[in-house]
């Protein structure tokens, strides 16, 4: 069965640490793989998406996911994160259409 | 264009009423979509419409009736609704071929 499932619930960070938050996938198949972002109020954003190739994928606002097939993992990156980096991240696989969502992780950056 | 438009934002119900949700897309996806998201938990998937036909149905309760009208449309239509059914109801598009799914703002549902 298809599954997603995501270790941090809760991550408290200060400005300019580096963040992972882990994601890790099972599905039988091509598997294509998401990192959305949730902001506080606003709606679910695309930050990047895997799909075949280079295994590190680069995505919006400094936010890069390496895929380790071995591991089944997608876990992802920033370098040094801002304040306005504070929302919910959730992770997806899908094959053609059904998106799975992992349970997410939410982010709060302390300035 | 290149967002989902939901209507209503806010939708307030009583048990034995019956309303609709729509959605709208122009973008030319041929997938559209509906989830569901309870407070603090990740979006689930309801419905799956690909070329305007049913493709998925998540066993959702008969209370919760799909509609496709056309290529950039989709309809849910809800009747005899419980409390905890109350959750933000996301409508979702995308391509046909994989490339992530581009979300509405949802309508936030509350069933009295």
């Known amino acids: 069965a298809q599954s997603v499932s995501q270790h941090n619930h809760h991550v408290i960070l200060s400005e300019a640490a580096s963040l992972e938050l882990g994601c890790n996938y099972s599905y039988g198949g091509t598997v294509n793989l998401f990192w959305y972002v949730q902001y506080p109020g606003q ?42 980096d504070t929302a919910e991240y959730f992770c997806a696989c899908s094959g053609t259409y059904k998106y799975i969502f992992g349970t997410g992780t939410r982010l709060k950056v302390l300035a | ?86 959750a933000l109801y996301l409508c979702a598009s995308s391509q046909v071929k994989p490339s992530g799914i581009l979300f509405g703002p949802g309508t936030r549902l509350t069933v009295l």
Request: glycine share 4%; proline share 7%.
């Open chain 2, 1 to 86: 264009d290149t967002e989902v438009t939901q209507t209503p934002k806010h939708l307030v119900m009583g048990m034995t009423n019956k309303k609709s949700l729509k959605c709208e897309q122009h973008m030319g996806h041929r997938a559209m979509y509906w989830y569901k998201q309870k407070a603090k938990k990740p979006p689930e998937l309801m419905f799956v419409y690909s070329y305007e036909k049913l493709s998925i149905n998540e066993s959702v309760p008969s209370r919760f009736s799909p509609e496709c009208p056309n290529s950039s449309l989709l309809n849910l239509h809800l009747h005899a609704l419980q409390p905890e059914d109350s």
């Open chain 1, 43 to 84: 709606h679910l954003q695309l930050l990047l998406k895997y799909f075949s190739g280079d295994p590190l994928v680069k995505g919006i606002k400094g936010f890069e996911a390496e895929f380790i097939k071995s591991k089944f993992s997608f876990n992802l990156r920033k370098p040094s994160v801002q304040w306005s």
